[in-house]
């Protein structure tokens, strides 16, 4: 205990955990302590996480120690601890050893859009964030020790096991790390060995996670779901392998200068082309200075890494093609801006006999950062002001419903109600202020928080102590394609609301 308590008061461990812990609370302290649900938070105020057929088979334990509900402070202030965490073995895992870049790091991983996405999402991101600890542990200690890629199989499983995607964040850390080897010349046999033994995790780690999934299935007698494709994880026939492949590269290019989160506004696309330029210029005067250039299969190395880059970004693209990639899966991309901050540390330190040009790097560099950092800052809380925007008017919303359901004539407490279509835009214009920066941080955006029956129900019962016999399915869709439903005005009109053999139907669209 007095060794961890030794190791914990060093600064490049205490820095970046102090200042992922501070900067992360402050910029989502407004989310954690206000209880603002999204579309899916409906139907989880109490959820087991038990999400094996999406192949999550480790979620419900990762949940488990903050209990199963939907504890908005408890999960929140968990999930910014853990990500602190995660931000104290990035910098470790790097080498970073200025106190501006341990500041920096944290700064970039708890302000991430990626982060405000799961967030919205509080009910499970406390697991979420263990998965992302475990994906970096397993290429920590991997590298660390000697045979530390056995532990680090099994880390990544346990990681897949929460939540697949994070599998990129592991993939990209073994890329840049070998990236940075060949930056510093090191021997073709320390590379080649790395390399191999991160292969072998990753191969290791990958068998793991679908066998103990095949065992957890037939233990409870599941398949995997069809949802986002996930019953199609992991087949890939050598056909489907062109596709996949270019469905990857164009993706990678498509959220780089089109998603919304590196390039927002001018004074983000003027630092992204800063820093992508200084990026470029540190790779070639490092590689200069230390004579690396000299060796052609260096070159030949940097060329594949830079090849299986959008692949490591990608991965679940190639592992499930058919699934939707949002935001809460693109979490891995913070490592881009991350790389930035330590390729630079490392041509400051290379170059400081000319510490003059140097500081002017520094000080550049350090700005562009914060100023990105800031930006994500007010994305996050932007999000959740959005957020707010959503539950006040679905509360309004659901008040004046639910006065009509019950003033309806021939209403009595349990009479089957359906409800057909979504919110009208006629009679409730878009309201939603947000869209240019919400509309890519996935469970944010939009104008109301309920589109399904299911999600009326839950929301009429947990915020307005009222239960409702709301019917899903076949009633709904019979209906839709009734005479009697194209004569209906849509809801709040007077004749939105009609009772047809007992049921009572409600037009919203």
């Given at each position: 205990?007095?060794?961890?308590?030794?190791?914990?008061?060093?600064e490049?461990y205490?820095i970046?955990?102090?200042?992922?812990?501070?900067?992360?609370?402050?910029?989502?302290?407004?989310?954690?302590?206000?209880?603002?649900?999204?579309?899916?938070?409906?139907?989880?105020?109490?959820?087991?996480?038990n999400?094996?057929?999406?192949g999550?088979?480790?979620?419900?334990?990762?949940?488990?120690?903050?209990?199963?509900?939907?504890?908005?402070?408890?999960?929140?202030?968990?999930?910014?601890?853990?990500?602190?965490?995660?931000a104290?073995?990035?910098?470790?895992?790097?080498?970073v050893?200025?106190?501006?870049?341990?500041?920096?790091?944290?700064?970039?991983?708890?302000?991430?859009?990626?982060?405000?996405?799961?967030?919205?999402?509080?009910?499970?991101?406390?697991?979420?964030?263990?998965?992302?600890?475990?994906?970096?542990l397993?290429?920590?200690?991997?590298?660390?020790?000697?045979?530390?890629?056995?532990?680090?199989?099994?880390?990544?499983?346990?990681?897949?096991?929460?939540?697949?995607a994070?599998?990129?964040?592991?993939?990209?850390?073994?890329?840049?790390?070998?990236l940075?080897?060949?930056?510093e010349?090191?021997?073709?046999?320390?590379?080649w060995?790395?390399?191999?033994?991160?292969?072998?995790?990753?191969?290791?780690?990958?068998?793991?996670?679908?066998?103990?999934?095949?065992?957890?299935?037939?233990?409870?007698?599941k398949?995997?779901?069809?949802?986002?494709?996930?019953?199609?994880m992991?087949?890939?026939?050598?056909s489907?392998?062109?596709?996949?492949?270019?469905?990857?590269?164009r993706?990678?290019?498509?959220?780089?200068?089109?998603?919304?989160?590196?390039?927002?506004?001018?004074?983000?696309?003027?630092?992204?082309?800063?820093?992508?330029?200084?990026?470029?210029v540190?790779v070639?005067?490092?590689?200069?200075?230390?004579k690396?250039?000299?060796?052609?299969?260096y070159?030949?190395?940097?060329?594949?890494?830079?090849?299986?880059?959008?692949?490591?970004?990608?991965?679940?693209?190639?592992m499930?093609?058919?699934?939707?990639?949002?935001?809460?899966?693109?979490l891995?991309?913070?490592?881009f801006?991350?790389?930035?901050?330590?390729?630079?540390e490392?041509?400051?330190?290379?170059?400081?006999?000319?510490?003059?040009?140097?500081?002017?790097?520094?000080?550049?560099?350090?700005?562009?950062?914060?100023?990105?950092?800031?930006?994500y800052?007010?994305?996050?809380n932007?999000?959740?002001f959005?957020?707010?925007?959503?539950?006040?008017?679905?509360?309004?919303?659901?008040?004046?419903l639910?006065?009509?359901?019950?003033?309806?004539?021939g209403?009595?407490?349990g009479?089957?109600?359906?409800?057909?279509?979504?919110?009208?835009?006629e009679?409730?214009?878009?309201?939603?202020?947000?869209?240019?920066?919400?509309?890519?941080i996935?469970g944010t955006?939009?104008?109301?928080?309920?589109?399904?029956?299911?999600?009326?129900?839950?929301?009429?019962?947990?915020?307005?102590?009222?239960?409702?016999?709301?019917?899903?399915?076949?009633h709904?869709?019979?209906?839709?394609?009734?005479?009697?439903?194209s004569?209906m005005?849509?809801?709040?009109?007077?004749?939105?609301?009609?009772?047809?053999?007992?049921?009572?139907?409600?037009?919203?669209?």
């Amino acid at each position: 205990m007095d060794k961890l308590i030794i190791k914990l008061k060093e600064e490049q461990y205490k820095i970046p955990f102090l200042s992922g812990l501070i900067i992360g609370l402050f910029t989502h302290m407004f989310m954690i302590v206000n209880k603002f649900p999204n579309a899916d938070s409906m139907t989880n105020f109490y959820f087991d996480q038990n999400m094996v057929t999406s192949g999550r088979w480790f979620l419900w334990i990762a949940c488990g120690f903050s209990s199963f509900y939907d504890l908005n402070f408890v999960n929140g202030v968990l999930a910014i601890f853990i990500l602190s965490i995660c931000a104290v073995y990035v910098t470790r895992f790097f080498g970073v050893k200025k106190k501006v870049s341990m500041i920096l790091i944290p700064a970039l991983m708890v302000t991430f859009p990626s982060v405000a996405a799961t967030m919205s999402y509080l009910y499970t991101v406390d697991g979420y964030m263990l998965g992302l600890l475990m994906a970096i542990l397993a290429v920590y200690i991997a590298r660390k020790h000697k045979f530390g890629f056995f532990a680090g199989m099994v880390l990544l499983a346990f990681s897949m096991g929460t939540y697949q995607a994070y599998v990129s964040v592991t993939i990209l850390l073994c890329l840049f790390d070998i990236l940075f080897d060949i930056l510093e010349n090191k021997e073709i046999y320390d590379v080649w060995n790395k390399g191999f033994k991160y292969l072998l995790m990753g191969i290791g780690g990958g068998a793991l996670y679908f066998g103990i999934l095949k065992i957890c299935l037939a233990v409870q007698h599941k398949e995997l779901d069809t949802y986002q494709g996930i019953n199609q994880m992991g087949k890939i026939g050598l056909s489907s392998i062109p596709e996949r492949v270019q469905l990857i590269y164009r993706d990678f290019v498509g959220f780089a200068f089109g998603g919304r989160i590196f390039v927002d506004n001018l004074i983000t696309l003027v630092i992204i082309c800063v820093l992508v330029t200084a990026c470029v210029v540190s790779v070639f005067a490092l590689l200069f200075k230390n004579k690396a250039y000299k060796k052609w299969y260096y070159w030949l190395l940097i060329l594949v890494i830079l090849v299986l880059i959008p692949f490591g970004s990608n991965m679940m693209l190639m592992m499930s093609p058919g699934v939707e990639y949002h935001l809460l899966m693109r979490l891995q991309w913070v490592l881009f801006p991350i790389f930035a901050v330590v390729i630079i540390e490392k041509i400051i330190m290379t170059f400081e006999s000319v510490k003059e040009k140097m500081n002017i790097v520094k000080t550049v560099s350090v700005v562009m950062i914060a100023i990105l950092c800031y930006n994500y800052l007010l994305m996050d809380n932007i999000a959740y002001f959005n957020l707010q925007q959503q539950y006040e008017k679905t509360y309004a919303y659901c008040v004046r419903l639910l006065d009509r359901i019950e003033q309806t004539d021939g209403y009595y407490t349990g009479i089957p109600i359906c409800l057909v279509g979504q919110i009208s835009k006629e009679s409730y214009p878009t309201t939603e202020l947000t869209y240019d920066v919400t509309s890519k941080i996935r469970g944010t955006d939009g104008d109301f928080i309920l589109y399904r029956g299911n999600q009326y129900h839950e929301f009429m019962k947990n915020y307005l102590g009222a239960t409702l016999n709301i019917l899903e399915g076949d009633h709904v869709e019979d209906m839709y394609y009734s005479e009697e439903y194209s004569t209906m005005t849509s809801f709040p009109d007077k004749g939105s609301i009609k009772i047809v053999n007992g049921v009572m139907f409600i037009k919203l669209e």
